[in-house]
């Protein structure tokens, strides 16, 4: 191309005439054709240049320029991409609650009306952690803090009006102050993934293994239930949020705040979509092995199996679980086996509309009541033009058990010459609970909500409780 630009110059100065003869304008052209040349030679050396990475001082002036701003970006991009990498795959989540809830003197153990606010913070934090081979590792973490031991009602058999309600304890020797408030390590626990693929890629396995070990919740992989598990959105009192035989009777044996030490071991099969299925095994230690100051033997047992299932093609799930404790504190202050066994459902019936039950059984134990209905249902506001509002209500049945019948007016646990209880237990205790959850925006809710409960603690003598309340909720 040079070559060729440079003969078509000269040519046309040889063919003007009245150029042929002006020295000056063919000195012109021959300048011009010399200065491509020089560019094209330039060009060329830069290209050569900038094609190796390394700065070198015969580069061009350009090229030496061009490769250190370069260098430069690379090293202000470097130390991002890396934080990048490190936290691709880590999962944040938060939310704070705050509840206030009021009583009658006739519910609380006072005597008094009494008013009651707390507030609880949880922070989760789950990470990826590698690979072995086409198993996969996970870590999860859990903190929570908060303030408020919430309304101290008189005897109930359900445990508590406000589930959400979280103040350190002490000891003794050391009580904690009220006005402290402390975060504790609620879960931290490990996953293996293990697909079970027979030779084809893991992408495509069907089955699956997971094992996880660590301090854990037992609730959040055993008696889970779309409708009434998460007493910081839906229901709070504690009937509602777990099986009650396994979280308010006690039988679960964790610690003051509701985690221990454990494994889990669960075959997961997703083959019938929309038909899939699982079984859990679990092994917790219980009673002073769930806070680390005992032994920490596996004495809490539990097995379920659980099946998703359609209706109208609306998503379901049914599973049943039985357990059992060899550390079980029962009413009396003896330390037995306790057993017994659970279902738990839930199931959309309308798009808008779930429905959930609870049933347990005791089969072992001196326990306080030894069966426990709950039923219920969450219908969101699609109707009334607040999709994003839900409205929930709830009914609960625990029956006196025939131990505690025949004991309940003598029994005295703690060797103080003075009944425990004083009463004559008898029936059941029955429950309900209503809530309105205000969507305000995606992050912000507020629920309304009214609890009642007769008979409590199987006490025909006792007035009904009635508990009001309002929960705020600020999540990410």
């Given amino acids: 191309m040079r070559r060729t630009l440079i003969a078509a110059l000269l040519a046309a100065g040889f063919a003007a005439p009245a150029l042929a003869a002006d020295d000056a304008v063919l000195a012109e052209l021959k300048r011009l054709a010399t200065r491509i040349e020089a560019l094209e030679r330039q060009n060329k050396d830069l290209e050569k240049a900038l094609a190796s990475e390394r700065i070198s001082e015969k580069d061009p ?9 370069e260098t430069q ?13 490190a936290l691709d795959g880590i999962a944040v989540e938060g939310s704070i609650v705050a509840v206030g809830q009021n009583a009658g003197a006739r519910g609380t153990a006072s005597g008094f009306g009494e008013s009651r606010t707390n507030y609880r913070g949880d922070l989760t934090v789950s990470m990826p952690l590698g690979s072995m081979g086409d198993n996969e590792g996970s870590f999860f973490t859990h903190l929570r803090f908060g303030q408020g031991s919430g309304l101290s009602l008189r005897p109930t058999y359900t445990s508590a009006a406000n589930t959400t309600a979280f103040q350190v304890a002490g000891t003794t020797a050391a009580p904690t102050p009220a006005d402290d408030s402390f975060a504790i390590l609620a879960q931290a626990w490990y996953q293996l993934k293990m697909p079970l693929n027979y030779g084809a890629r893991k992408e495509d396995a069907r089955d699956h293994v997971y094992l996880t070990v660590g ?17 910081s959105a839906k229901f709070m009192n504690n009937a509602f949020v777990h099986n009650p035989l396994l979280d308010s009777g006690g039988d679960i044996g964790a610690d003051a705040y509701g985690f221990q030490p454990g494994a889990i071991l669960k075959y997961e099969n997703s083959h019938e979509k929309g038909g899939e299925w699982a079984l859990s095994l679990g092994a917790f230690s219980s009673d002073t092995g769930a806070n680390f100051s005992g032994s920490n033997r596996a004495s809490f047992v539990i097995g379920q199996a659980e099946m998703n299932t359609r209706f109208a093609f609306l998503p379901g799930t049914v599973r049943a679980y039985a357990w059992s404790n060899s550390r079980a504190q029962n009413y009396d202050g003896m330390q037995r086996r306790n057993t017994g066994w659970g279902a738990s459902i839930d199931q959309k019936v309308l798009e808008d509309l779930t429905l959930f039950g609870r049933y347990g059984r005791h089969t072992a134990g001196t326990v306080r009541f030894d069966r426990a209905l709950t039923l219920g249902g969450e219908l969101e506001g699609t109707a009334w033009g607040r999709s994003a509002d839900s409205i929930g209500l709830a009914f609960g049945r625990l029956r006196t058990s025939n131990d505690f019948r025949n004991d309940s007016l003598t029994v005295d646990a703690d060797g103080d010459a003075v009944a425990d209880f004083g009463y004559q237990a008898d029936g059941s205790e029955k429950q309900a609970e209503l809530y309105y959850r205000f969507k305000l925006n995606s992050h912000v809710e507020l629920s309304p909500n009214f609890q009642w409960l007769r008979n409590p603690g199987g006490d025909g003598t006792a007035e009904t409780v009635k508990v009001v309340g309002v929960r705020a909720k600020l999540g990410f």
């Fill in 61 to 69: 002036e350009l090229a030496t320029r061009v490769k250190v701003v």
């Fill in 73 to 85: 970006l690379d090293a202000i991009k470097g130390p991002a991409a890396k934080l990048t990498e």
């Fill in 215 to 231: 301090k854990i919740d037992p609730f959040v992989f055993f008696d889970q239930n779309a409708a009434a598990d998460d007493e």
